[in-house]
Every structure is written in C-alpha cells, then in structure tokens.
DNA sequence: GCAAAAGTGTTTCCTTTACACCCATGT
DNA sequence: ACATGGGTGTAAAGGAAACACTTTTGC
C-alpha cells in the first residue's frame, strides 16, 4: 500500500508581554500566498531532527532568539488538506513564551499585540487564538506567568503579566499573599527593586510548575468563544478545540 | 531548497471504563518490528483527508467501532526520528473517550486495563501515558466524566469513573452535591434506576464543557502510598448484558 | 508633608470536607 | 425487619474576595 507522504512543519507562537500588551512575534510575507499579511514564524522539519529540535532551530534562525529564556512547549497540530494552497503541510505549532526580549536578530521579525492580529497568513490567526487560550489557561495551574517575567521581578511585574494576559484587573494584596504563599512558586533573592514607592522585593522562579490550589481567572464574561464547525466523521464526536476552549460538544448520532 | 516529506499518521489512545479497570483499546501485533507486543490503533493520513477524519476513519474502521459515541479530541504529536525504525512516522495522537461498549468489530482489537500495558509497540507506552494523564486532568475541569458513561447514567456510575480513572475514593454524598449543582452537567431524564438499594434518579450529559469550580482530585497521597481499593461495581455482568442490548441497536439509516 | 507603591491584618463569603441522618427499594 | 445504596442536612475547616491600614521609598 502506498502511504502518502507530506511535508512537515513547525511553526510558533512566540508570546511576551511588552507595553502593557499580549504580544506575538510575527513577519510580513513578501511573496507567496497571503503576500503581505503577518505570518507566523515557521520551518520545515529536517529528516534526522526531532520536533523539539526543529522548534529549537526555528526560534534561534528563522524568529531570530537564538539565545533568549523561551518556554516551548507543543501546543497542537493543524493538518486541514487545504491550509497550505501550494502543497499539503501538516504543521505542529509550539508555544513559545518570552520575557520582554530586545528586538529579534531578524530584522523582518517584529512583535504586534494579539489583539490587532486579525488578518493572518493560511490558518495562523487560529493557531495564534489556541496559543493565546492556552497561554491564559496555563496561568491558572501553573506557575508559567513567570516565563514572561526577565530573571529577577517583583510580585507586582507578575500580577500586571497575568492582568494584561487575562485582561482583567486583579487585587494586587491577594495576589501578593497567593503567589508568596504558594509552594516553591518564587524564590526571594534578597535585593530589591525601586521605582516610585515603596522598594520591593525580587524574587526568581521556584521549580514548582503546578499552582496548587489553581489561581482561577475571573469567568463573569459568558462564553463568547465559537468553536469552529468540525465535519465529524462516522459517529465518533470529534472535538478538535484544544484544552480548556470553549464548547465542543456535539450530539452524538 | 528541498523540503523532506515524510509519512504521517493518527495513533488513538481509546480508553474506556469496564469492570473497575481504566482500559484501552489495543492489538497484538504478529509482524514486522515489536512482534507480539501490544499497540494502538493507527493509520495514516489519505491526501485528501484531515486529521480528525483519520482519527474517525481509524476508530470506524481498523479500531472497529464505527458507530460508538466516543468523544475524540488531539492529544499530542510524536515525531522523534527513530521512533518507527522502518520509516520515519509523524504521528498525531487522538485520545478518545468510550462508554463501556460491546466488543469491537475488529475481533484482533481487544480493551486491556492501562495498568498491565507496561510495554508496548514503538513510543505507544509514552503515548498511552499522556493519553491517561490528560483524562485524568480534564475530570477535574471539564464535564468529560460522562463521556466514559453511558447514554444515561446515574450519579454513582459518574463517580465510579471518576474513582476508576483517578483510583482514588470520593464521597459519595459530596459528589452528588457537586455534580448535581454544577450548572448543565447533568440534566435529569425524569426515570430511575434500581439496582440494590433505593432507585437512583438517571441523567444524560448536560451541554456544559466546563466544571466550575473544578472538581480537584485528592493530591494528598504519596506516589507510594496504597491505593485504597475500590470494590467492584453491582452486579456487573447484569449491568454489561443490559448495555450490550441497548448498544447493539443497529443505526438509523 | 505628600503621593505612590509594597505589604499585612481582618472580616466576610463561599466551597469543600466530614459525617449524622433519613429515604426508597429488594429480599 | 433489615440490608443496600440514594440522597439531604449541617457544622467545621480552608481558601478567596474585599478592603482598612501600615510601611517605605521619591519628590
């Protein structure tokens, strides 16, 4: 039997948080398909490379990070026959989270807040909205918000990373006592920060990766969410919106 | 520049809860590499056919459930080079969800409880893993407990599941509250269903995705500690006969 | 002194937990 | 009657939310 074969990409969702907005690193397309609008960085894999390492080489040669503190993690794969006009590309996206870096070695890459990416090249704007969702779902459960932060921050760097990234203002006392309390969540360095008021302390990331209990982001907006309609096959329900996002339940034939 | 193309295929993690055991669906394999072990079902991708549509065309036909309500979502994608040694095999990983169902189709494929899984074909133990960790997370959060139950259920077949998958004990008394409170969990059907003691009032899935608050599993115990045993179900062959009828029915045209 | 930001204390509310107790059926 | 499992009531413990208040800097 013959089994096709297709070539297979990784592209990113590189986010930061930088002037008070969630932004992404994007580039502008100069020829191709979708020529002139913001694309994501993206590259094939080699046939003696894990995903990993693919992910790896696209963040310091193609996004232009080669050395910066990024986060990466999988974050889903898109394989819509379509998503690539010119041939069938199966992608798998990795999210990338990063402190406020200084601009990319790639002169073309640049970051753009998420919420003026409306219009992005092939299927991107959903792999950007899927990157974003589980970035703000991570934030509860876990102590990522600190992959935003540079090497040493303040309680008060933290809490505005998760109210830009949740959009949301939250009580910077309880904040405070949740995120000292927690378990192996911070690690108190012993200097301080000053700007405007009172000094504060700096801390480092702890190695605790799980929030337990989870900071729950404030849910007063009903679902505004629509999962993307999903021809289903046979009988089975396939949900293919990723953790956490939104409805997808289908009745079942 | 050449782009390397490489076959890529849908492996599923099926799990399923039957007779007090986290099972899942597997074959034996009786050639070519791992001869003899255990492996997922899989298949590759057709040119012209997404990801979810393999992941229901290898459920329908190679796993042999074609009209099983399994609720199917992408768990995650292994692409390490050497993970086929023939050839090398991306492959997308869907985690489905089952009722306790009849024997499939296929009569190679057989439900194994994931605890005596312990080796497996290529990466498919690593696989299986994530598949069981991801289950178990979204109990916690999600509503996607009913989905191991059948088409109605009472409150104590929905805490048996989470008590299987979690192998943890819950309140029985306490679960009721929380999953009868929670808002569009369950929706009553208005019949009951006797079984020993007093009739239990039977529930269909409500349309609600997410449980909150969520439901947090104890994470009190000590990776050591003895699991508190939990006592097989009433009168299970009963309960099983009973399910294969109503399952059995053949689809409507 | 005053503004600004850091951090603590305290009260209220809500959820979870633990468990006593009653309910409805089969034998 | 009694065993069995279904379901409610209730009080205690713990965390979250709201906010008064103190601390420490810059100007």
Redesign the pocket.
């Known amino acids: 039997m013959e089994v096709p074969r297709v070539a297979v990409s990784v592209d990113l969702v590189i986010l930061t948080v930088r002037e008070s907005h969630l932004s992404a690193l994007v580039w502008r397309r100069h020829a191709g398909p979708h020529r002139g609008l913001w694309a994501l960085p993206g590259g094939f894999i080699r046939l003696e490379e894990d995903l990993p390492a693919t992910a790896a080489r696209v963040l310091s040669e193609r996004a232009g990070l080669p050395d910066a503190p990024v986060h990466l993690e999988q974050l889903r794969t898109y394989g819509y026959p379509d998503r690539d006009p010119r041939q069938r590309v199966v992608s798998v996206a990795y999210l990338g989270l990063a402190p406020d870096l200084p601009a990319p070695d790639q002169p073309q890459m640049s970051w753009q807040p998420v919420g003026g990416l409306t219009e992005l090249a092939f299927d991107h704007h959903h792999i950007l909205q899927d990157g974003v969702e589980r970035a703000r779902a991570k934030l509860e459960y876990t102590s990522l918000g600190a992959a935003f932060c540079r090497d040493e921050f303040?309680?008060?760097?933290l809490?505005r990373v998760y109210e830009i990234v949740w959009d949301t203002r939250l009580?910077?006392?309880?904040f405070?006592?949740?995120v000292?309390?927690a378990q192996r969540f911070l690690v108190e360095t012993g200097s301080?920060?000053?700007?405007?008021?009172?000094?504060?302390?700096l801390y480092r990331r702890g190695d605790a990766d799980l929030l337990h209990?989870?900071?729950?982001r404030?849910r007063t907006r009903s679902a505004g969410a629509v999962a993307p309609e999903i021809p289903d096959g046979p009988a089975a329900v396939v949900a293919d919106a990723s953790l956490l996002v939104g409805a997808n339940r289908t009745p079942v034939a």
């Open positions: 303040t309680v008060a760097e809490r009580d910077p006392r309880n405070h006592r949740k000292t309390g301080m920060s000053s700007s405007g008021g009172r000094p504060a302390q209990p989870p900071m729950l404030p």
